[in-house]
């Protein structure tokens, strides 16, 4: 299934566009932390360092850390899940906090399942690559050393390596009580997508043949011509010693025919009047299985209304909030800090207790953009007024720190101010 979903996104514009969708509402530009604990001075000195980090955390040495939240979630839905693990460095690597964070796909925890395994501690079991005790709690990750590939073999013990729990982190959707592994949002349409796609490549080259030939001339050969072929007495032009075309068969071609001869063509129908709607039908469809908005799946907005988009992109965008706070935020974002702060912790940045402290984040997913700005804000402005809610909760929504807002504010008071008083 993870093979077959894979091979849709990169053959399949519509898995392609989906998984595209997915990471572009639920990531964005990245789901930043804003500390919500200790004095000012504090909160100052974790963000600072925080920021600095974020740039050097890919053990991989390519992304940021927000770039990886992207990636995460781009191979969560490709294959259903995806493994986080923590790298804790040498003080003389020359991090700001000795800690990097490697992105494995779902291939390097193999689906092994074993009572007993070189290693495995007495009393626990190996259920799809998951070590458990014998409470059922999660204790250490089967890893491969090196990337399996697509290769299908049985998984070797010399092969793996055994990491414990406390640094990986396994970020899936689990749809039933005890599911150990993910599965992809798109595997109940990866059938359909194939069969829509066949049909459609064999609409578009039923369309091509229908338009390849032209013109055919059939002309008597006249006497003496050097074309002519004594034994049939007919014209030899436009065709090789074994009788095949010298020239293949394209658009605006004129083929001269010996005398005689007659070309029929099958007349297959054509595309049909009903292909568009019939095509759309499938779409919905495909997009319903993974969760997506017809119209962002396939930027179809034709004769769609604003008051219905507002609420086809209302429902997406609560789907959306879910997966980032009971999916995203919880299994990848917050382990990160945890383990971040006490890293820096052991590294001499933070005090046991500052930790702590650092460890209480809120967590800002990068705001959703207006659907209809005047009649959005002019909202949100009637609810601060009345009191329904608090101007940084409209702050927040938006993806923006309210501390970093007010201060922006208060800098261009003060500069509207210097401006005036030299005016005056």
Not at 327 to 338: F, G, K, L, S, V
Request: glycine share 8%; hydrophobic share 40%; proline share 6%.
């Amino acid at each position: 299934m993870r093979n077959r979903q894979r091979d849709a996104e990169r053959n399949d514009w519509q898995a392609a566009s989906g998984v595209r969708v997915w990471g572009t509402n639920l990531i964005g530009t990245g789901i930043t932390a804003r500390m919500r604990a200790g004095d000012e001075a504090l909160r100052a000195r974790a963000k600072a360092l925080w920021d600095v980090w974020t740039e050097k955390c890919d053990a991989d040495g390519v992304l940021n850390l927000y770039g990886q939240q992207l990636l995460a979630t781009r191979s969560g839905e490709a294959a259903g899940e995806v493994f986080v693990r923590f790298r804790p460095r040498r003080p003389e690597d020359g991090l700001a906090v000795p800690l990097q964070i490697q992105l494995l796909e779902a291939d390097m925890v193999p689906l092994l399942d074993a009572q007993s395994w070189p290693g495995l501690p007495q009393g626990h079991r190996i259920c799809q690559g998951i070590e458990l005790n014998r409470i059922n709690q999660r204790v250490a990750y089967w890893m491969y050393r090196q990337h399996p590939g697509e290769r299908a073999t049985l998984a070797q013990s010399h092969e793996l390596t055994r990491v414990p729990a406390r640094f990986v982190r396994h970020i899936y959707e689990p749809t039933r009580p005890g599911q150990l592994r993910g599965v992809s949002e798109f595997a109940p349409i990866l059938a359909k997508l194939r069969g829509i796609g066949n049909f459609d490549d064999a609409v578009l080259h039923r369309q091509e043949l229908a338009n390849l030939f032209t013109l055919f001339h059939v002309r008597p050969a006249p006497a003496g011509d050097p074309n002519m072929n004594p034994m049939t007495g007919m014209a030899v032009t436009g065709y090789a010693d074994n009788g095949a075309p010298l020239a293949t068969m394209e658009p605006g071609t004129t083929q001269e025919l010996y005398p005689g001869e007659d070309v029929k063509f099958s007349d297959p129908p054509g595309a049909g009047a009903n292909y568009a709607e019939f095509m759309r039908q499938q779409h919905l469809g495909i997009s319903a299985g993974p969760g997506l908005p017809y119209e962002l799946l396939t930027g179809d907005i034709k004769d769609v209304s604003d008051r219905t988009l507002r609420v086809v992109i209302n429902e997406f965008r609560r789907r959306c909030e879910q997966r980032q706070w009971l999916t995203i935020i919880p299994m990848m974002c917050q382990p990160i800090r945890d383990f971040w702060a006490e890293t820096a912790a052991l590294a001499g940045h933070f005090t046991a207790a500052e930790a702590a402290l650092v460890k209480q984040v809120t967590w800002q997913p990068q705001g959703w953009a207006y659907i209809h700005p005047t009649q959005d804000a002019q909202g949100k402005k009637i609810e601060v007024e009345a009191g329904f809610r608090s101007r940084e909760s409209v702050i927040t929504e938006r993806g923006d720190d309210p501390d970093e807002v007010d201060a922006q504010i208060a800098r261009d008071t003060f500069r509207a101010a210097n401006k005036a008083n030299k005016a005056a």
